[in-house]
């Protein structure tokens, strides 16, 4: 397979530019302005580690017509001038007294006023990289409504494009070869920790850019935890691991995990890991366009019950996935959202299957027209027993 082009056209910028604007018509919006990494990379394609950096904040504005513009610290100035984006208003963060603020109301009150109103990601599943009293302060410079545009961003950004899609599919390859190698050598005497970092230096080594996200549970014959590892404990014979990771590859993660018994496993915990595979196989057949996330819930979740599930604490099965490790939707049982071709998932079947034991089995999909595409190569349909 060749390896996707890193970055992407302008013409793909634009066509996203296009999608916001008519957004923004529907919504009676004069401009969007946007403050988090993903948002302001999805516009201008601005891709830095410098976001680990919390002290500077960064805004793009994206006009009713024309080009977004960038209002960033001097110091990603070259950076920015990289991306296609034209309009670069810069100034010497950190200045905490102004930082930017001033800057990002002159350019609010100088664009057209059409409707009055000014869209912002303020609610569901999303936040403001800024500190809330220079947001507060900002909505008094303009005089311009403020109004909530968090579930019209994540349904743009919840149809990727070819591109995008590819990136998420050599993610998934590279982590794909990661797994496929813990069988070489996870041994019992090894810990959670020393496992998972030979998992992760195997997938950089495979050419991801960077796994941010390994977490790691055990247990006698189950494990009961799967967030706080991985931890220092050692794996012994009759164990059960389950690694769950997300990598990048070019700013788009991969999501998935695998499960692995040392030296044996129950005939119940080896049941519960068919009843999660067969579940996530209804929950692919389900994913079509035009049915929704409850009815992928719906498919899986009707396995997992008629398996002995005596519940699920991780709350759903499964969800969006793109440039962050979860995006909307997510697959339960009131979410509802309604699937379309582009739209990236995951497949997250999950189960307490005895009082203290938990299975989980994910994988990645891509809605076509036609149905789901694995965007993942599948786990084996049995527990693999590593001797």
């Known amino acids: 397979m060749t390896t996707p082009t890193r970055g992407f056209t302008q013409?793909?910028?634009?066509?996203?530019?296009?999608?916001?604007?008519?957004?923004?018509?529907?919504?009676?919006?004069?401009?969007?302005?946007?403050?988090?990494?993903?948002?302001?990379?999805?516009?201008?394609g601005f891709l830095s580690q410098f976001w680990h950096s919390p002290t500077r904040p960064w805004f793009v504005v994206v006009p009713a017509e024309g080009k977004p513009i960038a209002i960033i610290p001097e110091i990603g100035a070259k950076g920015m001038g990289k991306t296609w984006l034209d309009e670069i208003i810069t100034w010497p963060a950190p200045r905490p007294e102004d930082d930017g603020?001033?800057?990002?109301?002159?350019?609010?009150?100088?664009?057209?006023?059409?409707?009055?109103?000014?869209?912002?990601?303020?609610?569901?599943?999303?936040?403001?990289?800024?500190?809330?009293?220079?947001?507060?302060?900002?909505?008094?410079?303009?005089?311009?409504?403020?109004?909530?545009?968090?579930?019209?961003?994540?349904?743009?950004?919840?149809?990727?494009?070819?591109?995008?899609?590819?990136?998420?599919?050599?993610?998934?390859?590279?982590?794909?070869?990661?797994?496929?190698?813990?069988?070489?050598?996870?041994?019992?005497?090894?810990?959670?920790?020393?496992?998972?970092?030979?998992?992760?230096?195997?997938?950089?080594?495979?050419?991801?850019?960077?796994?941010?996200?390994?977490?790691?549970?055990?247990g006698p014959d189950g494990y009961d935890d799967i967030l706080m590892g991985p931890t220092d404990r050692i794996i012994e014979p009759g164990d059960v691991l389950l690694i769950d990771t997300g990598a990048k590859w070019d700013g788009y993660f991969s999501d998935f995990d695998r499960n692995w018994a040392f030296g044996y496993a129950s005939e119940q915990t080896k049941a519960a890991y068919r009843a999660t595979y067969e579940a996530t196989t209804k929950g692919f057949e389900a994913a079509?366009?035009?049915?929704?996330?409850?009815?992928?819930?719906?498919?899986?979740?009707?396995?997992?019950?008629?398996?002995?599930?005596?519940?699920?604490?991780?709350?759903?099965?499964?969800?969006?996935?793109?440039?962050?490790?979860?995006?909307?939707?997510?697959?339960?049982?009131?979410?509802?959202?309604?699937?379309?071709?582009?739209?990236?998932?995951?497949?997250?079947?999950?189960?307490?299957?005895?009082?203290?034991k938990t299975m989980l089995h994910e994988e990645n999909i891509v809605i076509t027209e036609d149905g789901a595409e694995w965007l993942t190569e599948r786990a084996a349909p049995e527990l693999i027993i590593i001797d």
């Open 11 to 44: 013409q793909e910028f634009e066509q996203r530019t296009l999608r916001a604007q008519k957004i923004m018509h529907d919504m009676k919006l004069d401009a969007m302005i946007f403050t988090t990494e993903p948002n302001v990379r999805y516009f201008t």
């Open 288 to 356: 079509r366009p035009g049915a929704t996330t409850t009815d992928i819930y719906n498919a899986m979740w009707k396995v997992l019950e008629a398996n002995g599930a005596l519940g699920n604490d991780i709350g759903r099965v499964g969800h969006g996935l793109g440039m962050e490790l979860t995006e909307r939707p997510s697959n339960t049982s009131t979410d509802n959202t309604v699937l379309k071709p582009g739209m990236v998932m995951t497949l997250e079947p999950g189960m307490t299957y005895a009082p203290g």
């Open 101 to 218: 603020i001033s800057l990002v109301a002159n350019t609010l009150n100088t664009l057209p006023s059409r409707h009055g109103r000014i869209g912002v990601t303020l609610g569901i599943e999303s936040h403001l990289r800024m500190p809330v009293n220079n947001y507060l302060k900002l909505t008094t410079m303009v005089n311009k409504e403020f109004v909530d545009i968090a579930l019209a961003v994540h349904e743009l950004r919840q149809i990727k494009s070819p591109a995008e899609i590819a990136k998420t599919r050599e993610i998934c390859r590279i982590t794909n070869v990661g797994f496929k190698r813990i069988p070489e050598y996870a041994r019992v005497g090894m810990t959670e920790r020393e496992i998972c970092k030979q998992f992760g230096m195997d997938m950089l080594q495979a050419g991801a850019d960077e796994c941010p996200f390994i977490i790691a549970g055990s």
